[in-house]
């Protein structure tokens, strides 16, 4: 298809001034010798007039419809005075001439306004930052102003001299010509779409179009594009300050989470710094009930918040004199009193606030010696009355301090702790928690094995160290704040 660079070539005669004044003086003496060489001639040769006064009011506007109509009078007045026979009335001239102004004027008022209209658009299109452009339907551009060759550098020819998708980046064609086909067919309207156009040094710009389907413009696309390079780079600039946003606020939270668990640690251990200066009870408790939830099931959000909630579950000790929780020996009943507000105590410091890890911690520390059976303590509630996070962190707890040893007592082995676990599930202990638990045990042991047995095996190159988990595997040493203290079953302990 011809490519026409620029505004449509005008529909009017291209004729110059003078070739159409002769036109026009050509015509007028043509219709006057007319009426001259008719012995009957009427009013119907007069209105050939029209003809040469549309010519000049088409090439000369508002003054050549004038002029044309003056001279037409004229010519109807001197063929009057010719033939004397013909004379009209004054109002018969009024009416003439009137009629004739009235045609120039209009005539060449409407040719202005169509001009000064065309003048307008082709500045709109000649000066237009955006790029307009009109293309066929076999992905040809028909025309396109002149914002391509500043923004691009190509000259309208070549624009038009090529299917378009060869500017388009090749990583942009396929969306490119997906979107010309949905155009094409009249589907859609494209509206903001964008891809790269490829500009005279070879590089490529951002160009975001607005085009009508084919459909609604009769077969024609009339596309508007606009570079928005300018906008590319400040999106992307905005872009990259999020992303360093984000990471800063990543980089700080995360330093506050930190700081978060270092003050709950710090907490925990104060209270159990009476008899546990190492912390190492809490930590322990804290990983056994989260190997215990994982293996409930929970998901990874409430088993990463039990791990440090469970750590709390004696902070209530704070309140507790450090003579009481020195003391050796077996506890009165009114000692044993005050031992167990430690619960209630340990709840009410740790609740009302809006941090997860402290919400949960509360439940913990108020029900962590709640007993399945009901007789537990501080509340008395039974099965699954007790949350389930208290009654994870009760398996834990007794657990720990079952097998670590205490001043006035020493450590049971793992196998007499995990029988006793056994032996008071459905009592003491949620069965459920209580076989996950004994389940974390057995694998461990499973995987002991394995690891021994390949240790022994000849040939079987380095030995690989067995994994064991931490909630089974005894500490070599550690004071312990449990709340179980009593170390031989079925003593009580200071805490129950
Ligand atoms: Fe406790």
Known sequence: MAAHARMPPAKWPKLGGRATLALALALFLGVF?????????????????????????????LRGGLAAALVTF???????????????????????????????????????????????????????????ATADLN????????????????????????????????????????????????????????????TADGSYRWLEWNVASASRSGGVLYAVARDIGAQRQAEQQLADNAKWLETMVAERTRELDDAHAEMLQRLAAAAEYHDDETSQHTRRVGITAAEIAAGLGLDAEQVRL?????????????????????????????????????????????????????????????????????TGYPRGLAGEAIPLVGRVVAVADVFDALTHDRPYKDAWSVEQAIDEIRRTAGSHFDPRVA?????????????????????RAPGTGAPRQGRRSPAIRPAPHGGLASSVSALTPPARSHMQ
């Open 33 to 61: 010798v007319l009426r001259l060489s008719d012995p009957n001639v009427g009013d119907g040769e007069g209105v050939l007039f029209v003809v040469p006064v549309g010519v000049l009011a088409l090439r000369f506007g």
């Open 74 to 132: 004229a010519l109807v007045v001197a063929w009057d005075r010719y033939r004397h026979d013909a004379m009209l009335t004054t109002l018969g001239y009024l009416n003439r001439g009137f009629a004739l102004l009235m045609l120039g004027a209009l005539l060449g008022i409407f040719v202005d306004n169509r001009r000064r209209l065309e003048a307008e658009l082709l500045r709109y299109y000649e000066h237009s930052l955006d790029l307009l």
């Open 139 to 198: 992905g040809r551009f028909t025309r396109v102003n002149p914002a391509w060759e500043r923004t691009l550098g190509h000259s309208a020819e070549t624009m038009c001299s090529q299917p378009f998708i060869e500017f388009v980046h090749p990583e942009d064609r396929e969306a490119t010509l997906a979107e010309a086909g949905s155009l094409a067919d009249g589907s859609r309207d494209t509206v903001g779409f964008r891809n790269r156009y490829r």
């Open 306 to 374: 039990l791990r440090e909630a469970a750590q709390l579950h004696d902070v209530g000790k704070l309140a507790i004199s450090d003579s009481l929780l020195r003391k050796r020996g077996k506890l009165s009943a009114r000692e044993h009193e005050v031992m167990e507000t430690h619960a209630a105590l340990g709840a009410r410091l740790l609740s009302g606030s809006s941090s997860p890890v402290l919400q949960m911690a509360a439940v913990v520390a108020e029900s962590h010696h709640e007993r399945w059976d009901g």
């Open 435 to 455: 076989a996950a638990f004994l389940k974390l045990h057995e694998d461990a042991l499973v995987a002991q094995e394995s690891s021994s047995s390949q240790q």
